[in-house]
């Protein structure tokens, strides 16, 4: 079946920073979405990417599909203490169902 | 008002014990989602309904029954669950299914079998 390969699993960053994480696959997506997911609730959609080649902006974020339509990037800018939170990509391959596959999630902490 | 609300929250049963999640979403979608992200491992699909149809069953044991009596509601019923079966059980929803469209979670319901 499809996986997605997310990287880092974890990082630690002072605040400030860049961060930038991507996720992989072995087969090809229609469709990439990035979630951000606070311990207790349930994963917030932050940017949604339907393109090869489509950059997004939404803030500090900025995602973009790649080009193979089998990898995207999610990069924060100037890191702030409230980034912190399990990042997570998802792709849909199926048209028909929707079905989302994540990855497995991206841990991010900030120090201040 | 949040967009998908679920209820409870938190949830502790016994082997034995029937039980239902709810999940209402607020945001005039036509599909419907129950996942299941337990730790350590990726959120996994369970069920998709569309239009108050089921289109898909990921292999789910039976001991999860889904009902979507209309487009706002699902829920998930629950009989005797294995430990196992704890983990945070998400909804979703979006505008249509398929590729393309969007899907927005639920707070999820922590649900712990002893």
């Known amino acids: 079946g499809q996986q997605l390969n997310q990287s880092p699993q974890s990082m630690f960053i002072q605040e400030g920073e860049d961060v930038s994480m991507n996720c992989t696959s072995s087969?090809?997506?229609?469709?990439w979405l990035w979630y951000k997911q606070d311990p207790g609730e349930g994963p917030v959609l932050l940017i949604a990417?339907?393109?090869?080649?489509e950059l997004t902006s939404n803030g500090r974020l900025t995602a973009q599909f790649g080009i193979t339509r089998k990898d995207s990037f999610l990069n924060i800018s100037a890191s702030i203490p409230s980034d912190v939170g399990i990042y997570f990509c998802?792709?849909?391959?199926?048209?028909?169902?929707?079905?989302?596959?994540f990855g497995q999630g991206t841990t991010l902490q900030v120090k201040p | 008002e949040t967009g998908v609300t679920q209820t409870p929250r938190h949830l502790v049963m016994g082997m034995t014990n029937k039980k239902s999640l709810k999940c209402e979403q607020h945001?005039?979608?036509?599909?419907m989602y129950w996942y299941k992200q337990s730790a350590k491992k990726p959120l996994e699909l369970m069920f998709v309904?569309?239009?108050?149809?089921?289109?898909e069953n990921n292999s789910v044991p039976s001991r999860f029954s889904p009902e979507c009596p209309n487009s706002s509601h699902l829920f998930l019923h629950l009989h005797t669950l294995q430990p196992e079966d704890s983990a945070l059980y998400l909804c979703?929803?979006?505008?249509?299914?398929?590729?393309?469209?969007?899907?927005?979670f639920g707070p999820g319901t922590r649900l712990t079998v002893t």
């Open positions: 945001l005039g979608h036509n599909a």
């Open positions: 990417l339907y393109k090869a080649g």
């Open positions: 087969s090809i997506f229609n469709t």
């Open positions: 309904y569309s239009l108050e149809e089921r289109v």
């Open positions: 998802a792709g849909q391959g199926n048209r028909n169902t929707g079905k989302l596959i």
């Open positions: 979703a929803s979006s505008q249509r299914q398929g590729a393309g469209y969007e899907q927005y």
